[in-house]
């Protein structure tokens, strides 16, 4: 947001940003819970 106050971002270009920032984070926080997941399952085995 700070590039957009200085004017070197458009609106358009923000929102791509922040949309490709949001997917990221879906795609790894969903990683990070499957490897929850497969550790907990393999606790458990013991």
């Given amino acids: 947001k700070k590039l957009q106050k200085d004017a070197k971002l458009t609106e358009d270009?923000?929102?791509?940003?922040e949309q490709e920032t949001q997917k990221l984070t879906e795609q790894y926080g969903q990683k990070i819970d499957d490897v929850i997941k497969k550790k907990e399952q393999e606790i458990m085995e013991v």
């Fill in 13 to 17: 270009e923000l929102r791509k940003g």
